[in-house]
């Protein structure tokens, strides 16, 4: 299992932590740090879509203007945008072979 997200998130701090107290192994990849690449942000996107990837609660998304935001939407402005401002990822992203979840919530949890 590899764990997405960013090393201040507080989201990202509960998952790893929960993850740690169950037991359950994962690796952690920090998306400014460790970067990303389009392939990664072009497979996410098959599996969930822009919709569910790209997080419009976000401070970041607040500050893009209505052409930005438009494009977050397909696939080529996604890619994009997500590669130059990884906060605008849902996270954290937990990968589990081909199974992509995002976010840490009880669903997440009862599909770990």
């Known amino acids: 299992m590899k764990i997405y997200g960013i090393k201040t ?13 169950q037991g359950i192994g994962y690796q952690w990849h920090d998306l400014r ?3 990303l690449d389009g392939v990664m942000v072009r ?13 419009r609660r976000s401070t970041t998304w607040r500050g893009l203007d ?3 935001r438009v494009a977050a939407m397909e ?4 890619v ?3 590669l130059g401002a990884p906060t605008l990822i849902k996270r954290p992203l937990i990968e589990q072979g081909e199974r ?4 840490f919530d009880a669903k997440v949890i009862e599909a770990l």
């Open 80 to 82: 994009e945008l997500l």
């Open 43 to 55: 497979r996410w996107l098959a599996s969930v879509g822009a919709d569910a990837l790209v997080n």
């Open 33 to 35: 740090e460790d970067g």
């Open 9 to 21: 998130c507080d989201t990202c701090r509960k998952a790893r932590k929960w993850l740690d107290e």
């Open 100 to 103: 992509i979840l995002l976010g």
């Open 75 to 78: 696939e080529d402005g996604a």
């Open 66 to 68: 209505e052409r930005q």
